[in-house]
Every structure is written in C-alpha cells, then in structure tokens.
C-alpha cells in the first residue's frame, strides 16, 4: 500500500505528537510504501486562481519547482494519504489551507450538479482513501463543531474520515481508525 502523510508541526503539541510517532511505527511495521511531506518547513505559496492547472497545464500547479507538485503527484498515485493539522480558529492551519487549496489540478473546471450543490467533477478515475485528522489544546465544542462542518460532509468530500482531537482517549480511537486502514480494509 501507498502511504502519504502531509502533516503541520508548526502548532505541536503532545497529542499530535503521539499522534505523528504512532502512525509513523504502525507505517514501519507493516512495511509500506510511505511519503512523507512535513509543510511547516516550507515555503508553500497560496493559488494565485489563474485556472494555469486547468487550461495551460491540465492537472499541474503552472507554479514549477513547487513541492506542492510533487505533493499533488503523490496524491493521485497513493492509496493512503492522512493530513494531520492543527486547529486554529475551527480551521486547518494556513499552510495546511494552502495545501488543500492547491489541490485545484485535481478536478475538472467544469460543474455538476451533486446531491443539490455545484462542485467541480473529479479529473481521475481513482483518488485515494483520505483521513484528516485535526488536533488543538482546550479546544471549544464550536471550534470543533466548525472543523467537521467545513471539513466533512456536503462542504468538503475529499476526506473519507474527519478526527478531531485534544486528548489521548481521542488518540487512541483515531489511531485505531488508522491501523485498520492499513490492515488494508480502505
């Protein structure tokens, strides 16, 4: 199984910490194929929306030497891809945001009408089984609330599985999800 994880260590704390240290043991023990791509080290620049990915080079950021390339490539070509962020405000970190909102070559610029809301069609065949796993100290019930909302659901289909976290019993439960995941039940 392909494996890729985009993670934001900018705002750690312990249980992401956990987290992080467990998926990675669990990767190593099964022995998969597995990516790792840290963002908070890097510079990722924000879609400029010039559609380039679209029309100049379908299904590429026209942006070059670019890791978001190079994550979007590895994206399509995963079987796995989990993206553990940060909580802030109810949303993914900046950089994170960054990241999703670069994923644009990813779909058709063309609309369809879906269980009652416009999205843009999906441009391949095959996308891979995709977990998002949110983590913060102290957070609210509407920070919480917020992140499933804009996350999952009729906002966002990209994920298959949404967690949100701020304990180790928490950790525990999505560290479970995961492994069964990589038992190869995705």
Same mark, same amino acid.
Request: overall charge positive; aromatic content about 16%; proline content about 9%.
């Given at each position: 199984m392909k494996v890729m994880i985009v993670y934001d260590i900018e705002n750690e704390i312990m249980?992401?910490?956990?987290?992080n240290n467990s998926i990675l043991s669990m990767l190593l023990k099964y022995k998969h194929n597995v990516e790792l791509f840290n963002i908070s080290k890097e510079n990722i620049k924000t879609c400029d929306g010039c559609v380039g990915c679209w029309i100049k080079t379908p299904g590429e950021c026209v942006k070059k030497n670019d890791l978001l390339n190079k994550i979007n490539n590895n994206l399509i070509n995963s079987d796995l891809v989990i993206f553990i962020t940060a909580i802030i405000?109810?949303?993914?970190?900046?950089?994170?945001? &960054?990241?999703?909102?670069r994923f644009?070559? &990813?779909?058709?610029?063309?609309?369809?009408?879906? &269980?009652?809301?416009?999205?843009?069609?999906?441009?391949y065949n095959k996308?891979?089984?995709q977990i998002l796993i949110g983590y913060g100290d102290d957070l609210t019930n509407e920070e919480k609330d917020t992140f499933i909302t804009l996350t999952s659901g009729k906002y966002n289909k990209s994920f298959n599985k949404v967690f949100v976290t701020d304990t180790f019993n928490e950790c525990?439960?999505?560290l479970n999800e995961i492994r069964y995941c990589l038992e190869g039940a995705v």
């Open positions: 249980c992401s910490k956990k987290i405000f109810g949303q993914y970190s900046s950089v994170m945001k &960054n990241v999703i909102d644009i070559p &990813n779909v058709l610029p063309f609309f369809v009408k879906r &269980n009652g809301i416009m999205i843009h069609p999906e441009r996308y891979p089984f525990e439960y999505i």
